[in-house]
């Protein structure tokens, strides 16, 4: 008899997100052991629990998503799960709380379907946010010089200052926007807009936009009425409008549902693999 493809789910928030275990299941997992309200001292037993009961051989078969609304608290059962691994004693996991993983990517995947993104300028509006943050991240590993929005200039700067730290390369330059004349500003010379703000919150005018000259691509990641760029439609996919390349939150939606999926499906493959933005945007290139 075949082993078992086991998943454990770890998720901060008590009520476990049900879009992750659908897509768990809808990807070949065959027992899903669920958890909510997880927190980071309780992930050694439960990861313990995982790799004492087969053999290091086996141990491909068993799996860890680690999901959840709060990326904060979920990145500290990352932490924790990393570090209940010993020699062969381990598991592969999928890192993708709030979908900011695989959102993010497959926006930077969208964007450089129509340009170059080394040495791009490009720009994340309400920058500041787990899915904002991300984008920035990969964009910046892709060679883009990387503006980061944010209703407040200490918030956009704080968050350059982290994200720089973090990669090592490439620019992040903080802006605040709160208007259309600072959004005008932080647009100056951009060619690519991503809009990574909350739901039901429209981040930019197209009166705005239509001053935006070098502006080429726009990829807007709010579905939730007033969605967060003017004039990109939630459905759009390559949709050319007034000139530029759009993409609605529903349109790199897919690509994104695709990545989960696909990776997934990767740890599976062997019991070694931590799963994070970078891994999701190499899945999602090579889906392309
Ligand atoms: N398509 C998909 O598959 C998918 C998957 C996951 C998420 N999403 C969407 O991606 C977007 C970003 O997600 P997220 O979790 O990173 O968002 P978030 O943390 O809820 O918000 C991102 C940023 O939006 C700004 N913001 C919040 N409230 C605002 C307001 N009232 N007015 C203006 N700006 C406001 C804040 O930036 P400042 O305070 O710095 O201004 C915040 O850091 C959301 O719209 C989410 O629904 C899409």
């Known amino acids: ?56 051989a086996e141990l491909k078969n068993s799996a860890i998503f680690i999901g959840g609304s709060d990326v904060t608290k979920a990145e500290s059962l990352l932490k924790a799960a990393v570090g209940s691994f010993f020699g062969p004693m381990r598991v592969s996991i999928l890192f993708d709380p709030n979908g900011a993983n695989t959102t993010a990517a497959a926006a930077v995947i969208a964007a450089g379907r129509h340009l170059e993104l080394a040495g791009a300028e490009t720009l994340v509006l309400a920058g500041t946010g787990p899915v904002g943050q991300r984008a ?61 703000g909350a739901a039901n919150v429209q981040l930019a005018s197209q009166q705005t936009l239509s001053q935006a000259s070098d502006l080429k691509v726009m990829i807007d990641l709010n579905a939730a009425p007033p969605v967060g760029i003017e004039g990109v439609d939630p459905m759009d996919k390559a949709k050319e409008r007034d000139g530029r390349i759009c993409y609605g939150a529903i349109g790199v939606g897919g690509t994104k549902m695709k990545i989960h999926k696909q990776a997934l499906v990767r740890i599976f493959e062997r019991n070694d693999l931590v799963l994070n933005a970078e891994e999701a945007y190499e899945i999602g290139l090579g889906l392309e």
């Open 136 to 196: 920035a991240r990969l964009l910046a590993r892709q060679g883009a010089r990387v503006r980061i929005a944010s209703r407040k200039l200490d918030k956009a700067t704080a968050v350059c200052d982290a994200l720089q730290e973090d990669v090592g390369e490439g620019t992040f330059v903080p802006y605040a926007v709160s208007d259309d004349a600072s959004l005008t500003t932080a647009l100056d010379g951009a060619a690519v807009v991503i809009a990574a």
């Open 1 to 56: 008899m075949p082993t078992a493809k086991i998943l454990l789910q770890l998720d901060p928030d008590p009520q476990i997100s049900t879009f992750d275990s659908v897509v768990a299941v809808d990807s070949g997992v065959d027992q899903l052991f669920r958890h909510g309200a997880v927190s980071a001292s309780q992930v050694r037993d439960l990861v313990y629990g995982l790799i004492f009961t087969r053999s290091p």
